[in-house]
């Protein structure tokens, strides 16, 4: 029995987010079929963390524990002929028995892209939030600078969450432009549900004059959700990448 590491890449546009539903096709059960299809057996694939539905990934980090024959150096090229062009396994590797994907995450980046142009963009269009309207960059990085570092983010988080422990670390919040796209880039230590949509769509208020700076330090304070902007919609949002301690992660060869 090995464990391997999977990074995988998706176009989350047509699937009912990462993790396994019944009645939806989902990353993970898609996956999941595509290794029995190519093994024979039956896994549990672990990822980083759960995408909701329409969310994108390019750096998702996934391990399942198997007994095969088919070489780790070729597990990921067997594996891609039997998945949909959406789904892409960028790498395969042989980690230590106990590297688990979502203990071990020491930070994780999202990006976030808003298509600022007057009309849709049919190639990038379905990986960005269509906001056909300017935005005051500048605002922006200065209320994203009052959301980085350690702070209650329950203000930042979508009801229904059952997490009792709202306290997380964001590293930093790049914001910048180029060519009618505007990228919001979010590294932190973990995430609360919906938390990077909820950034993007207070930052585009921001940027729209109709919150200030000042709004982010009141609902930190306040921890108050009502006084944010909308939760921006999926199709804007990429999981980036999870990064790990190497010397924790990969087997010794």
Partial sequence: MRRI???????????????????????????????????????????????????HAKGQCCIIDIDTPIPTE???????SRLPKEIVIKEARDVKADFHPRFMAKKK????????????????GKYCYFYPYSL?????????RRIEGTHDFKCFCASGSTVKDT???????????????????????????????IIAGTLIDVGRHRLTAQ???????????????PTAPPEGLTLLEVYYDAALRYEQT
């Fill in 167 to 197: 306290v997380r670390t964001v590293y930093s919040i790049e914001v910048h432009e180029q060519d009618d796209i505007v990228y919001l880039d979010v590294c932190g230590n973990g995430f609360l549900y919906n938390m990077v949509r």
């Fill in 215 to 229: 709004t982010i330090e009141e609902m930190l304070e306040k921890r108050d959700r009502t006084l944010g902007g």
């Fill in 5 to 55: 590491q999977l990074i995988i890449a998706y176009d989350g546009t047509d699937y009912h987010g990462f993790a396994k539903q019944e009645h939806a096709i989902t990353i993970q059960g898609t996956v999941e079929n595509a290794i029995y299809s190519l093994t024979g057996k039956k896994v549990d694939l672990v990822g980083s963390g759960r995408t909701d539905a329409g969310v």
């Fill in 136 to 144: 005051d960059i500048e605002a922006m990085k200065e209320a994203a």
């Fill in 109 to 124: 980046t999202y990006r976030y892209q808003i298509l600022t142009s007057k009309v849709n963009d049919p190639f990038i």
């Fill in 74 to 80: 070729r597990f990921a090229k067997a594996l891609n």
